[in-house]
């Protein structure tokens, strides 16, 4: 059991110590704590079937109820990461690694080692990958033009419009 809560605490720093280096919304702490208490929801969930079933009661349990609520409060998590300007969205890559480090956590929790070991290091290659596509297409682009840009490009053209901005 022990082992299991050290092992989500090691793949929540791996996963949030990228993220804090990128001074993303949601870093080293959160990841952390994150996967840490979503493999402790699922032990509890899992042994507490293991220690209640055995009392000969006439119930029915199901070990990951308790950790499918994990997946709720994720999302209530990850919208809180998740900021809108404008037009402009941030935060949607965190509000899914929050999702993903949750997943882990759950993973761990369950005794799924190999394979959520597997799904880390797939995920920080697709990070790396993502990462360098990205600047490759945003060093190709001199510029990202905004709203002022689009109004002064209308205004300096003799299209014989006129512009009226709303607040």
Known sequence: MYIRVVLAALLGFLIGWDREAKSKPAGLKTYMYVCVASALITLISIYSVEKFSSNNLNTMMDPMRLAAQ????LGFLGAGVILKNGLQVKG???????????GVGI???????GLVIFTVLISMLMARIGNSMEQRKFSK?????????????????DSGMTIIRGN
């Open 92 to 102: 949607l890559t965190s509000a899914a690694m929050i999702f993903f480090v949750g």
């Open 141 to 157: 682009l001199k510029s990202i033009p905004n709203e002022r840009d689009s109004v002064e490009a209308c205004s300096s053209q």
């Open 107 to 113: 993973g761990i929790g369950a005794g799924f080692y």
């Open 70 to 73: 994990i997946v709720t409060g």
